[in-house]
């Protein structure tokens, strides 16, 4: 029985940072060009939003030179850091999530197409 759970246990960490791993950063290069007019991907350089390079694995709003809404402080002090979960869930719905975000932006729908805009995003480290 201990092992069945120490294998068991064992599978589940070894599986966890793969659950999210069926993106395709070629097409979410091309997902990024709805992001683009606001946020830039590749450079540590804000427009309208914050620089996304870097920000799978990056404190919620700690870009130091960005003015960051109250709303999206207070959904940071509930989240911590943009992990594929929390990144995930909130290109879907951003309003949904923070509802008085600076960012006027619907969201991703598609499920393929936020899991290939985070592939992308991951290549932008």
Not at 51 to 76: P, T
Request: glycine letters at 6%; aromatic letters at 8%; proline letters at 2%.
């Amino acid at each position: 029985m201990k092992t069945s759970l120490t294998l068991a246990i064992a599978l589940l960490a070894a599986t966890a940072g793969t659950a999210f791993a069926d993106g395709d950063a070629e097409k979410g290069a091309k997902v990024f060009n709805k992001c683009k007019a606001c946020h830039v991907a590749d450079a540590e350089t804000n427009r309208v939003g914050p620089y996304l390079k870097g920000v799978i694995g990056r404190k919620i709003a700690s870009v130091a030179d960005y003015k960051y809404s109250d709303s999206m402080k207070e959904f940071a002090s509930a989240h911590d850091t943009w992990d594929d979960a929390t990144f995930l869930e909130y290109i879907t719905d951003p309003k949904k999530d923070v509802p008085k975000t600076k960012m006027a932006f619907a969201g991703i729908k598609k499920e393929q197409d936020r899991l290939d805009l985070l592939a992308y995003l991951k290549t932008m480290q």
